[in-house]
């Protein structure tokens, strides 16, 4: 095993040989097993992911085969075979004919005996076929796990370990490697699967670094050919003595145990993700879904996933999803952040239009009297004893431009998105969901924030999944509830609800007092803490649960209607 100095001595080293003229060893030669099934929402990316790989083709062979698909698999990898096969030493291809489906299959994701039995067929077959043609190594990568480290495949080679895999990130916890197996001797059907140890969470947190030795590596892993009894690892037919699950990733880490072939887990670099498996009754738009998710994820933590140029990926369709507008408010000083808010909304189909932030570090006293800003006298953040800070003021003012914009183009409800935001998964589908029980209930909204602090658990009433009522949930502390604004019908607002100044009533509460429209408001405001409110009139059990569409936050819904203009206003606030 290398650290990760050594590793960049030897890669220096390397190019000073290459500099010097002197001719070095060829890399190990690897075949890649590619081995898809229904998987044109991923490919593009898997198949850019391969292209990137910083490993000369002339050392690499391609093995490929696809069947039982209902989607355009086939059709994806045959036409970037016929783009870029040339430049590798040897491809096979092995297409399905006509799509069919498994006999006892209930759907696409289900898996029947029948389903692992001819995937490990085909495995053993790829096996089968590197070790004739005088591979090194065999790579098995399935095609939802990405490998945005173009350097993973130097680095496994470079480990000379029999069996090893590059620890692959996913939305969860789950990733690419068991720390234990359930060991029940003389019980067989307890034998063979996941049993949680002390080591595994430490592992996948990277909180221990380096390469590990672990009783199973499945979905991305490398397979010396040349190590020490991998002449007897076989994916089928099992081991003579398996009693195990019938599982291709079992039935391999069995041959592994019972060949004496240890496997490891490296997790010093972040080299690519997984998507997280859907249940066996879900179909292919539950698994789109969460792949999409794994592309957010991928836009924050980097490096983000690339599609292929050598295949055709279907359309997008970016719509308003019903809205006005869709407002990015961005800092034009922040472009890799706007950068990847506008990636992540081209990847959910949502249309957003930029709006330039106003720079809290360009503000300052004589600015804000210009733009009839003040701040209240003796104002304090109950929080921290501060006063705003200048990022405040310029959310503040950022937003309320967003207002005004609105009141002068009359537009009925919009979406504001700030550009630090975290997508939960299926963002758009369950906030199209939202918005389509707010019309069925015809629910009178002028405000909805998602995406701030977590409710407590609300109770569920009929008509809404998505929002909580006024008084049922979340009622923050005594010590971080300001009294209501003058003239207000009952309730208190957090100030940390208000932060963010969004609109005049709010930016006031927040130590703002605008000279612009809305001087003298004539509020309601029926929202208290963290709850939301319902249609006045009704009680407080005509909503339920709020849904967070944001990572690791809660929402908030006002009701809330200025003098001079009454406007439907749909808030995402951001993360910090």
């Known amino acids: 095993m290398l650290s990760a100095p050594l590793l960049a001595l030897l890669l220096l080293l390397r ?53 039982h698909n209902i989607d355009n ?52 077959e790829a096996l089968t076929f590197a070790r004739a043609w005088g591979a090194d190594y065999i790579l098995f990568a399935d095609t939802d ?63 221990r670094q380096g390469c590990f030795q672990v009783p199973m590596v499945h979905s991305t892993f490398l397979v010396s050919l040349r190590a020490e009894g991998a002449d007897q690892l076989t994916f089928y037919p099992p081991h003579p003595n398996y009693t195990w699950p019938f599982d291709d990733i079992i039935v391999f880490a069995y041959a592994c145990e019972a060949a004496g ?64 507008e869709v407002f990015v408010i961005s800092l034009a000083r922040r472009p890799a952040r706007r950068q990847r808010m ?3 909304l081209w990847e959910m189909e949502i249309s957003g239009r930029v709006v330039d932030a106003v720079d809290g570090w360009m503000l300052n006293s004589s600015v804000l009297r210009s733009l009839g800003v003040d701040l209240l006298p003796g104002y ?21 431009s967003i207002w005004e914009e609105m009141a002068a183009r009359g537009l009925a409800q919009v979406l504001v998105l700030e550009d630090d935001v975290r997508f939960e998964r299926n963002f758009r589908g369950r906030l199209e969901q939202l918005m389509e029980e707010v019309a069925t209930q015809k ?21 809404l999944t998505a929002l909580a009522p006024h008084g049922t949930c979340g009622r923050v502390p005594a010590h971080h509830v300001r009294p209501a604004p003058k003239g207000t019908p009952g309730g208190s607002v957090t100030q940390k609800h208000l932060l963010l100044g969004t609109m005049t009533a709010a930016a006031s509460l ?26 006045p009139g009704t009680s407080s059990s005509t909503g339920n649960q709020i849904q967070d569409l944001l990572y690791d936050r809660g929402a908030m819904l006002l009701n809330f209607k200025c003098g001079l203009s009454s406007v439907q206003y749909f808030l995402i606030a951001e993360t910090k």
């Open 15 to 67: 190019l000073q040989v290459r500099a010097s003229g002197v001719a070095e060893p060829p890399l190990p030669s690897v075949v890649l097993a590619i081995l898809a099934r229904n998987a044109e929402h991923s490919l593009p990316h898997y198949l850019g992911a391969l292209e990137r790989l910083d490993y000369p083709r002339a050392r690499l062979a391609l093995w490929c085969a696809t069947d």
């Open 73 to 124: 698999t086939t059709a994806m990898l045959r036409e970037w075979l016929a783009a870029v096969g040339h430049h590798y030493a040897a491809v096979i291809w092995r297409p399905e004919g006509e799509p069919r489906s498994y006999p006892d299959e209930e759907g696409p994701k289900h898996w029947t005996k029948e389903r692992h039995q001819f995937l490990m067929e085909l495995k053993q």
């Open 145 to 207: 796990n990405i490998l945005t480290n173009n350097q993973t495949l130097r680095f496994l080679t470079e480990q000379a370990l029999p069996v090893v895999a590059p620890m692959l990130d996913s939305q969860t916890y789950y990733s690419n490697f068991w720390c234990g197996i359930t060991p029940q001797p003389n019980v067989s059907y307890l034998q063979g699967y996941y049993r949680r140890t002390t080591d595994y969470f430490p592992t996948k947190n990277r909180q």
């Open 261 to 324: 072939v240890s496997a490891y887990i490296c997790n010093e670099h972040r080299f690519g993700y997984m998507n997280v498996a859907v249940g066996p009754r879900e179909g292919l738009e539950e698994e789109k879904i969460n792949f999409i998710h794994l592309i957010l994820q991928a836009l924050v933590d980097g490096p983000p996933m690339q599609v292929s140029a050598h295949v055709s990926c279907p359309p997008k369709r970016p719509s308003k999803m019903g809205f006005d």
């Open 342 to 344: 506008l990636s992540s």
């Open 380 to 400: 304090q953040d109950p929080y921290s004893g501060r006063t705003l800070t200048k990022g405040e003021v310029g959310c503040f003012l950022s937003h309320y």
């Open 443 to 463: 629910l009178q909204w002028d405000l909805i924030y998602l995406g701030r602090k977590q409710p407590g658990r609300c109770p569920q009433a009929a008509g």
């Open 510 to 535: 927040a130590g703002l007092a605008p000279k612009r429209p809305c001087v003298t408001p004539a509020w309601t405001w029926e929202a208290a803490g963290m709850a939301s409110i319902p249609t």
